[in-house]
């Protein structure tokens, strides 16, 4: 959700004072959200298939989709500490890099939240892979694309570093509904059974 509302409205932070980017400098800024995202592909399929091989050996065999989630938490810091990063620089006038290294640790985030998300919901609805897919996908432009409304005036009225400090704070809360699911995950399962496939 944050990393679309910084992709949309970055021109709208480094182009001003302190940093006074030309057009190509933002166009070069945008390198560090593909770093991020693409370090995170390699990190995201190596770790989760590093966690579901080695709970299936411990384990005689047997696997729990709910292991997937363990591969959430590394993404997960490291998002929160890149959007601590981001407000920082912005409002303390660090050098750019800190903002392109802060946005990289977010897209890293993003990315590597979604692979282990996506590959609990495809394990647990494996005859519904395009319907589940398309409901994180809804979910997460839906969220990101609603970020645009109000950042800016968010970051113009409370500051770079509160603002960007409170969606911290909120990616930190939201780790409650990873743990419930590790929690409960196999009893709700067992409740509300996955319907069979539609065609």
């Known amino acids: 959700m944050w990393t679309i509302g910084i ?39 190596w770790f989760n298939d590093l966690l579901a091989n080695t709970y299936i050996r411990s384990h005689h065999g047997r696997f729990v989709p709910e292991q997937r989630l363990w591969g959430v938490y590394p993404s997960w810091i490291i998002g929160i500490a890149g959007l601590v990063l981001v407000g920082q620089a912005l409002q303390k006038d660090l050098p750019w890099i800190a903002f392109a290294i802060g946005w990289a640790m977010q897209c890293f985030a993003t990315l590597g939240t979604s692979v282990a998300i996506s590959a609990y919901v495809l394990d647990v609805f494996p005859q519904h892979a395009a ?60 409740r509300f059974p996955v319907p069979s496939a539609e065609n």
């Open 7 to 45: 992709v949309s409205t970055s021109t709208q932070l480094v182009k001003p004072p302190p940093y006074l980017f030309s057009d190509t400098a933002v166009a070069l800024l945008y390198f560090a959200p593909m770093i991020g995202t693409v370090v995170a592909e390699f990190f995201g399929h």
């Open 131 to 190: 319907l589940a897919s398309a409901w994180i996908c809804a979910f997460r432009t839906l969220g990101g694309f609603c970020v645009v409304y109000f950042q800016v005036k968010w970051i113009a009225r409370d500051g770079p570093a509160v603002t960007f400090g409170s969606q911290a704070g909120i990616s930190a809360a939201v780790i409650v509904s990873i743990i419930a699911v590790q929690v409960f995950g196999g009893s709700w399962r067992k």
